[in-house]
DNA sequence: CCACGATGGTTGAACGCTCAACCAAATGAC
DNA sequence: GTCATTTGGTTGAGCGTTCAACCATCGTGG
């Protein structure tokens, strides 16, 4: 027995489409600014926000890993990067001889601190300015429903 | 003088972070499943399609980045690799000689048709079968404007 | 007609991500 | 207690993207 393909109709290829084009669009405007007022692309900068939003400014790398919706090996090889540029400090975990904890130094923290404002600002420009408070409010069930039914398959 | 930060308030920051979180795991997923099953990044597939909907199957290297949203490099890039494949050959503008030609082989054809009913049930899966009509109506508005407000800034 | 700027496209280096392989430590079964 | 399994994390190779530099050709003003 053959399933049949369930092909997209004309207004799901519309939003599919749509879709595609905003969301390349504006990952690629944020990360071009980023990289550009603050040395580092979207990615790092998001572990650092995890990680300076956290009790002692500091994470297993599996939880950070979780928290930054990134593998493990994706983790790993970007926080050598950000030990490199002195942002995050690798540290043994006191209860566990496999774990390493990742701890936000205050260079890094000092670096997010001056990133920030541009690059929310950048958000607000690109993504909330354009939309109505409505829209606003539709993005969030959206994003949400999609959030919980990936993680669920 | 200087301007404030304008911050995000709790619903847009809950909103950003469900948008980051949901189109990550989306395109995460669907580029993972279409490495696995048909060998090529979505990028790729998505440069085929373009191809294959166009009068001759061709287009020229920038009307082809333009609408596949890729930088003429990336697309320079890509097109190299997927020449390799056999999927897309290079051809001679006739009527501008810098210009180039991308032309979609029979065989490439064949892949993105093979690729296809499979990529398309994963798009159905992860995104549309988890939003109601209403809300792929508002994620088709909010798209196209965003899409919109990215291109003229 | 020619000089100059704009356009079309490519290239190579640097970088980030993925995948699979791998090691070490913890956990659980017997 | 010992062995097998699972968990935590790293590594290196291969690939795709970015960015800046570059070359060739086109179009335009003078």
Redesign the interface.
């Known amino acids: 027995m053959v399933a049949m393909?369930?092909?997209?109709d004309p207004?799901?290829q519309?939003?599919?489409r749509?879709?595609?084009?905003?969301?390349?669009?504006?990952?690629d405007?944020l990360d071009r600014e980023l990289q550009r007022d603050a040395g580092m692309p979207h990615a790092y900068y998001?572990i650092l926000v995890r990680l300076s939003e956290t009790p002692g400014r500091q994470l297993r790398m599996s939880d950070l890993a979780e928290a930054a919706?990134s593998s493990r090996s994706r983790l790993s090889h970007a926080v050598a990067r950000l030990e490199a540029a002195g942002w995050v400090r690798r540290e043994d975990c006191p209860t566990d001889r496999r774990g390493q904890i990742a701890v936000l130094t205050d260079e890094g923290f000092a670096t997010l601190a001056a990133a920030?404002?541009g690059h929310?600002?950048g958000?607000?420009?690109?993504?909330?300015?354009?939309?109505s408070p409505a829209?606003?409010?539709?993005?969030?069930?959206?994003?949400?429903?999609?959030?919980?039914?990936?993680?669920r398959?």
């Open positions: 393909t369930r092909w997209l207004d799901e519309r939003t599919w749509a879709y595609l084009a905003a969301s390349r669009a504006l990952m405007t998001e919706g920030a404002p929310v600002e958000v607000r420009r690109h993504l909330f300015d354009a939309l829209q606003v409010d539709q993005l969030r069930r959206i994003s949400e429903t999609l959030a919980e039914h990936l993680t398959s």
